[in-house]
């Protein structure tokens, strides 16, 4: 594509700026005469006729030099130059099919060194480098055309589903990034206030109080590409600062904030990457969930679900399994097709990893009518054999693994394991496949602490306004929380909100957050709520997770052009780090630990 024709023909302009640029030009642009600029990719010396292949965030295209250009001799990887020349047809047999730009060379006339480098840590098309060296010269490893690829795609899916919004009516609002700190379930990064002394604001966990607020305001329908902040431990799909586009809308329900995000990505996909995506998704309670994929974000490309074994194993003479059953817990099952040959050594694999998620074993059988193998064959001797092979829907040679324990434990090693073995069988691969998972707990009891949590936060409304009147069973409650979740991946929470103060104080006060803390923390959202709040609900969804999946990566830091580490740290930067004294002493800080030592 050529530039601006005013950019290049007017006498002002300096010499070295470009034409094209290097993915532009074809065997229809032969004989014109062009200027380029771009990075040394590679220098190729055939006895003083130099070729050399110029890169740009576009593409690449082989320039030829000659004798008459002393300075290509001096070339070397990443210089930036600027070439200009004619336009030449490759002879057939020279003709590159695998680029674009591949039919032709520009012959060069002029070149001009623009800035030399020094000799790189690592050459820009090699996949391997090591992370900590990829991290800290980020500048060269985003020159990586893959790495231009993730980021200009991330470009073209969030703009995309901006307009998609906006021909919904949404309004783009943005949002305070210093705030005050909030409960929201991960530490605040704190910010000290130089005015105000002994104060601090928080980095946004999300914008959730202010978006509620939007709906007292009368916005309706609010959207936002929003940058939010977590103190919380790292993860190949976490980062302490990310994006999400976050949206609320006011005078709906569940279902309507389903069907904006199915239209939303169904635009969005077919527009930034030309795929359709069927609507509407499917929708499953957390109990089904849980129940059939043993978490609650099922990957829904295949199947080996859980089976509940509770009839077969309450009859069973297997002393496990029946004491599990009669002790009020679970036993579970998953069928691994015979086509998916498990031996010894893979079970035993199986069998440790069960036992990295808290198992003390794993049972398992080899199905077959006349009673199978392994260590289960003499409990399923005749009918008990078919009886089991009916439950589990297993066919004759399919391996057959079971829990028995603790619900919770049951859910979680079984989904664990069925997760590994659709990776392991290449069966988690292919379409994306999007899920509702509806109807979460409200609360969450924890032992440890001895008191209740939010299972999602503490501003999502409940299923029954009541609570369950005036002694409720907590466990019980029902949330109006929902995920978006896409092949096995969260992608974002939302909720309908509570509405009204009166319920949002006993929430608060369930909670353990008095009336004074209540006040204190949330006073301007109790108070706002006094004021005619309309029934609103909303959704967030990470848009580093939504843009790696979408390109099939299972790592969102290729999708971010300044990552941190999983110990939060920039090596590009070297931040965190020690700021000066005399800073500290300006936001009213004193540092408890102690200054490095000289030289350290």
């Not at 060069?108 to 030399?116: A, D, G, K, Q």
């Not at 906006?166 to 929201?184: K, Y």
């Not at 202010?210 to 902040?229: E, S, T």
């Amino acid at each position: 594509m050529s530039m601006d024709a005013s950019s290049t023909s007017t006498a002002s302009r300096s010499d070295w700026r470009r034409t094209h640029h290097c993915g532009a030009l074809r065997k229809s642009d032969v004989g014109a005469r062009v200027t380029l600029n771009g990075w040394v990719d590679a220098r190729r010396d055939h006895g003083g006729i130099y070729f050399v292949d110029l890169r740009d965030r576009y593409g690449i295209t082989q320039v030829v030099l000659g004798p008459e250009q002393a300075e290509a001799a001096k070339l070397g990887a990443e210089f930036t130059v600027s070439v200009t020349g004619k336009v030449v047809a490759r002879d057939a047999q020279n003709v590159n099919p695998e680029r674009p730009t591949g039919e032709i060379d520009v012959q060069v006339e002029r070149l001009e060194i623009l800035s030399r480098s020094e000799q790189p840590p690592f050459t820009i098309a090699d996949e391997n480098v090591a992370l900590e060296t990829r991290f800290t010269y980020r500048y060269l490893d985003l020159r990586r055309p893959q790495m231009q690829r993730n980021l200009m795609h991330r470009s073209r899916f969030i703009n995309a589903m901006r307009r998609a919004f906006e021909r919904q009516d949404f309004v783009e609002v943005e949002t305070p990034i210093l705030t005050r700190a909030t409960p929201e379930g991960a530490r605040d990064y704190l910010v000290p206030s130089r005015v105000h002394p002994g104060k601090f604001y928080a980095l946004p966990q999300s914008p959730q109080l202010f978006k509620q607020i939007l709906m007292v305001a009368g916005m309706d329908r609010y959207f936002q590409v929003a940058r939010c902040f977590r103190d919380e431990d790292l993860r190949a799909d976490r980062q302490p600062e990310f994006t999400q586009l976050d949206m609320e809308m006011s005078f709906v329900e569940e279902e309507d904030v389903f069907a904006t995000w199915e239209r939303v990505l169904q635009e969005t996909f077919r527009e930034a990457m030309q795929l359709e995506v069927a609507i509407p998704f499917p929708r499953l309670t957390w109990k089904q969930s849980m129940e059939r994929f043993g978490n609650d974000k099922p990957d829904m490309r295949f199947g080996m679900e859980l089976v509940d074994l509770a009839a077969w194993a309450s009859s069973s003479e297997f002393a496990v399994f029946k004491g599990a059953i009669d002790a009020g817990g679970r036993v579970m099952g998953i069928a691994v097709p015979a086509a998916h040959a498990l031996s010894r050594k893979d079970i035993e694999a199986l069998e440790t990893l069960a036992k990295g998620s808290g198992a003390k074993g794993l049972a398992y059988w080899k199905a077959g009518a006349a009673g199978g193998s392994g260590p289960l064959a003499r409990f399923c001797v005749g009918e008990r054999a078919t009886l089991l092979m009916q439950a589990l829907g297993a066919a004759e040679g399919d391996t057959c693994l079971f829990m028995a324990g603790k619900q919770s434990l049951v859910w979680r090693v079984l989904g664990e394991l069925r997760n590994h073995l659709g990776k392991r069988f290449g069966l988690a691969q292919g379409a994306w496949r999007f899920t509702w998972v509806t109807s979460f707990p409200m609360f969450e009891f924890d032992e440890g602490e001895g008191r209740w949590f939010s299972a999602h936060h503490p501003f999502t409304a409940p299923a029954d306004w009541e609570m369950g009147g005036a002694n409720p069973d907590l466990a019980s409650l029902v949330s109006r929380a929902y995920d978006l979740v896409l092949n096995g991946w969260e992608l974002g929470s939302g909720s309908v909100r509570i509405h009204r103060s009166d319920v949002q104080q006993k929430v608060f006060t369930i909670l353990g957050i008095g009336p004074e803390e209540q006040q204190k923390k949330f006073g301007f959202l109790l108070e706002a709520l006094s004021y005619g709040a309309p029934p609103h609900a909303g959704l967030a969804v990470g848009l580093d997770r939504l843009t790696a999946l979408s390109l099939g990566l299972d790592n969102i830091r290729d999708m971010l052009a300044f990552p941190k580490t999983t110990s939060a740290t920039d090596l590009m930067c070297a931040a965190p780090s020690e700021v000066a004294p005399e800073q500290l002493f300006e936001v009213h800080i004193r540092s408890a630990v102690p200054p490095p030592a000289p030289g350290a």
